[in-house]
């Protein structure tokens, strides 16, 4: 059997100079993957790296004293959009009368985009606003030509063809059709006349056009992907002007499991979070409380008070809420310091005609409730 080769055991001086580990590892030294950890100053760093909007302070439409107490806000921000909904006969669009009176006291200009066709100059002219000094848009029949026209506007104050401060004012975007489901619900009025005609059963044609569902798309594109980002970069410290959209919109009941029903504006998922306020004018349901008077000899309808609600604050999150009397010249608070001061002021103009108009209001949004269900 042959002997195992007997091994030399090799001193470290002799190992290192045999492997030339000192040369190895200067000429195979891998790269550092970390470097040595080292005071930092995140203020430097961020300077580096991050591009922050440099913002005008916030600055507002104003509203009048029962706005302003409820809200605890001066108005509406500018350079957001806003909505305040309600059921019917609620007298939603004094928030439009009265943004405009005030917008124009400041040199503001007031665009209407007036698209539910029901408008009035005598009352607008009562609460103080010179129509020379508006620009007034009504021959609007669907929610995308309202956008469209909105953003023209946009376009010609961005260009310097449109140099002031504007505040959009649509009424109201829940009796504005989508064109889109316009032309379905065309579509499917002509399947019924020629099944008729052609002596067919009716009953099995798929219903309509899922109307809200393709207004919300409309909505969540045109708003909420396109016209809020064109009126937030008003507030951009490097552009002169604001813009500012305030939505009158409608409310429909939505039951709920629990039996507590709810008021949902219409196109309200698709609007949720291009909103800085939300407001709620109204009851759920029933009537608002009528405040009268007599007048010789006629009783006269001079308000409406309901609640009024905060429902969004996206400014600083704080939610308020109260009542307030509707008048034909704006908001006052339902108070009895309020009302007395009010009726003072105004008891020579009343008529009938306040009355008249929110019956009208509550004819016409009935209607619409009406063909929703």
Sequence with gaps: MARKKEETKLSQEELESKFDLEKNNKSDKKPVLFSEKKDWDLQKYKKT?????????ISFVKMGDAFQEITGFPGFPEGFI????????????????????????EGKLPIFIITEKKWSWERATKMGIIEEETIFEDNLSFIEEACDKINSYLEDQRSGNLPRDIVFLWDALGSTPSRAEWKAQEEHEELVRKTLEAGGDISELAKGSGGMMTANRVVREKIGRF?????????????????????????????????????????????KYSLAFQIRQGKVSGTPKKHTATKDGVDVTWGLEVPFIFEKNHINGISREGNVIVTPHGYILATKDSIEKYKKEHREEWSDDFEKYYQDDAELEDNEQAELD
């Design 49 to 57: 790296k991050v591009v922050q909007a440099n913002y005008k302070p």
């Design 82 to 105: 806003h909505m305040i909904y309600g059921a019917s006969d609620v007298g939603k669009t004094t928030a439009l009368l009265e943004a405009a009176y005030h917008a124009q006291k």
């Design 227 to 271: 016209l809020q980002h064109k009126i937030t970069a008003t507030r951009n410290a490097d552009y002169p002007y604001n813009a500012t959209l305030i939505i009158i919109n409608h409310g429909y009941i939505s039951p709920s499991p629990t039996g507590v029903a709810s008021l949902v504006p219409y196109c309200g998922a698709a609007l």
